[in-house]
């Protein structure tokens, strides 16, 4: 197993040797937090589906080596899953597995509702009696409120809902979160809480129906970027900065249980941009590259507008956004761009996170 020396720059060493679980670690979010992990020293397991097409981080980055355990397992299958936590016995637990695409869950939207609802259900009914667990972070989405269309950014004491499955699926997760950590897991000293993350882009994403991989893909083979909505308004993010408040929070659980409840991790409703801005900016990196923009009334229903209000993760966690817009997509493009060229996606996301670091 290859691991990487622990850094002093973040954490004050909390992560070194602890027993850490990611549920989706084969995805471009747990890759990402995984090479986070192992570079500060936790001993890291992982439970996921394989990955999902070609080219994707997880093996780019060869994260199968960094990780003390690593698991293809559904966790639709209860037994299962059960055994593989049980057998871990992690201290803290990152919740990522999920069918995590919007139009995907109008194409699925039984297997997006069992996924995440259902899925979610059964690693909660897995920590009952886990002795060995302190901390759980569940990560849910920005996507949970019943969206009114306003222009008032969502807070975590906002109604949830859903139009779309995967929306409502994630909101009904959160009652399901809700209801095990109040009935059960608080009660055994279990610290539960969920996170609801704003759009992330960065290197290493290649996942279909998501506006930067398909501008890379586009761009790469020189056809035109279709753009459904360009004018939809989204909270964009670079993949660290949630990645950072899910770690600040698994701590803050860690050492005290009266963390738990619901977060918001995106940047302020004022740095909410539309889809049209981010491709702008992209294509300025990328340096090249046909966009054709739709009128917005293609497919399926999808939000116009959506912002989070950060401040309860700004006050409590004193979690921060560190990189605006701009920087944001222009190390998202060279990441592609650099990778293309033939540097290796785990040096590439090292040197991201580590810069990421120097900010904080």
């Not at 399926?300 to 209000?309: N, R, V």
């Amino acid at each position: 197993m290859v691991t990487n020396p622990p850094r002093k720059q973040f954490g004050n060493g909390f992560w070194k040797d602890k027993s850490v679980l990611i549920t989706g670690h084969t995805g471009f979010k747990g890759s990402w937090l995984t090479l986070w992990l192992s570079s500060l020293g936790a001993k890291v397991s992982g439970i996921s589906l394989p990955p999902a097409g070609t080219p994707n981080l997880f093996e780019l980055s060869a994260i199968q080596t960094t990780v003390l355990n690593s698991h293809f397992c559904d966790i639709r299958n209860a037994d299962p899953l059960k055994k593989l936590i049980r057998d871990a016995r992690p201290e803290i637990i990152f919740h990522l597995a999920a069918q995590p695409l919007v139009r995907a869950s109008y194409r699925q939207p039984l297997d997006t509702f069992s996924t995440n609802v259902m899925g979610t259900a059964n690693l909660l009914e897995a920590l009952r009696g886990l002795k060995c667990v302190k901390s759980v972070v569940m990560v849910t989405t920005d996507k949970v409120y019943q969206n009114r269309e306003w222009l008032w950014p969502y807070r975590e004491s906002d109604a949830l809902g859903g139009h779309d499955p995967y929306s409502a699926s994630k909101a009904a997760s959160e009652l399901v979160i809700a209801s095990y950590r109040d009935a059960f897991l608080a009660q055994e000293g279990i610290g539960v809480a969920t996170a609801r993350a704003g759009n992330v882009i960065g290197g290493g994403d290649w996942s279909e129906d998501r506006l930067i991989p398909d501008a890379v893909r586009a761009w790469t083979s020189g056809t035109s970027l279709h753009i459904r909505r360009p004018d939809a308004v989204r909270p964009w993010q670079h993949v660290l900065e949630p990645l950072h408040g899910y770690l600040r929070l698994a701590e803050a659980l860690f050492n005290d249980i009266s963390y738990a409840g619901a977060y918001n991790f995106g940047p302020s409703a004022n740095d909410a941009a539309s889809v049209r801005t981010v491709i702008d900016l992209a294509r300025d990196t990328f340096g090249q590259g046909e966009i054709v923009y739709g009128d917005g009334h293609e497919g399926p229903h999808e939000a116009g507008l959506l912002a989070l209000d950060n401040s309860k993760s700004r006050s409590v966690l004193d979690v921060k956004p560190k990189w605006a817009l701009p920087e944001t997509v222009r190390r998202t493009m060279n990441w592609y761009r650099a990778q293309a060229n033939g540097r290796d996606g785990a040096a590439l996301c090292h040197a991201e996170i580590a810069a990421y670091e120097d900010t904080l």
